[in-house]
């Protein structure tokens, strides 16, 4: 597994944090999920987690969200 670089970090948090960010929040889940999200230091692969933490269904809406740059991160991360 590989550290990506600071932009495909940033891109893949951000993905996450919109996708997040798209859902209600009345019993605070997505406060903790979007808190979880900003604890995760770009090291090794934790830019991963931010792809991981969906199901497939959130995972194709996180795809269809990022650059060529991320996908090809993602397809030799898995």
Do not use: C, H
């Not at 792809?51 to 993602?74: C, G, K, P």
């Amino acid at each position: 597994m590989n550290t990506p670089s600071q932009e495909i970090y940033n891109e893949m948090k951000s993905i996450a944090t919109q996708v997040w960010s798209s859902y209600d929040n009345t019993y605070g889940y997505v406060t903790e999920k979007l808190n979880y999200i900003n604890s995760i230091k770009n090291i090794q692969d934790n830019a991963m987690v931010f792809y991981r933490m969906f199901d497939n269904s959130n995972q194709e809406t996180f795809r269809a969200n990022a650059t060529l740059q991320v996908l090809e991160y993602i397809n030799n991360n898995k």
